[in-house]
């Protein structure tokens, strides 16, 4: 079993959707928490960060994090198709130097 | 304007050559990063370097090396030791233990 599951896609959504991208992990010791977005050919940009569990929003964005579960989520409002693109989360343990990556699920927002 | 910056966006490799990937940073972060990323398998991590003149092995290091003789510079060298090196090879940094942001990343053909 992966340290972290993610669905790879794609996810075809019209605009306007709401969007849930989610991981399963099964490292208990995970206490942060990322999500990046990555275009094709370009490198991952850095989305949400969120330490332990809860919720988190940055404008369309809200992440969200069950520790309970071992279960994260990323959610887009009113989706735009600039939303297409890749998007990977990450984990990691407190003072630990190595993030685990989930192998990303490819998001297709159609106009 | 603060950032992360690998050169050359794509490099091709004759069998039995090694070459060097580039990455340098101007945001002060500690610690730097080198991942391989496969289609379906998500980031693994080749080495990282968490002070100048230190580096560790990550998960998948044969046929790889590094060097940390600056803070803002950790290039890779991919030899001919490593068998399939055709992959996109994305560098991070970070200044503390989480949060990493990426460079562009740089494509990497054999030809």
């Known amino acids: 079993q992966k340290e972290v599951e993610q669905d790879p896609g794609p996810l075809s959504v019209p605009e306007g959707a709401i969007v849930s991208l989610n991981c399963t992990y099964s490292?208990?010791?995970?206490?942060?928490f990322m999500w990046y977005r990555q275009y094709s050919r370009k490198g991952p940009e850095l989305l949400m960060y969120?330490?332990?569990?809860g919720n988190k929003e940055d404008g369309r964005f809200t992440a969200q994090v069950d520790k309970s579960s071992k279960y994260i989520s990323l959610f887009i409002r009113d989706s735009q198709p600039s939303d297409s693109a890749t998007y990977l989360c990450?984990?990691?343990?407190?003072?630990?130097?190595?993030?685990?990556f989930g192998t990303g699920t490819r998001l297709l927002v159609s106009p | 304007d603060g950032g992360i910056t690998q050169s050359p966006k794509y490099l091709f490799r004759k069998e039995g050559q090694n070459v060097t990937l580039s990455c340098e940073q101007n945001?002060?972060?500690?610690?730097m990063y080198w991942y391989r990323q496969d289609p379906g398998q998500g980031l693994r991590l080749i080495y990282y370097?968490?002070?100048?003149?230190?580096?560790q092995k990550g998960d998948i290091a044969e046929g790889y090396s590094v060097s940390r003789e600056k803070k803002e510079s950790f290039p890779l060298t991919v030899t001919s030791a490593q068998k399939n090196p055709t992959a996109f090879y994305l560098c991070?940094?970070?200044?503390?233990?989480?949060?990493?942001?990426f460079g562009p990343g740089t494509r990497l053909t054999v030809l």
């Open positions: 990450a984990m990691g343990n407190t003072g630990f130097q190595k993030l685990v």
């Open positions: 490292n208990s010791a995970f206490q942060y």
């Open positions: 969120t330490y332990s569990s």
């Open positions: 945001l002060n972060h500690d610690a």
């Open positions: 370097s968490q002070i100048v003149n230190d580096f």
């Open positions: 991070a940094s970070s200044i503390d233990a989480d949060t990493q942001y």
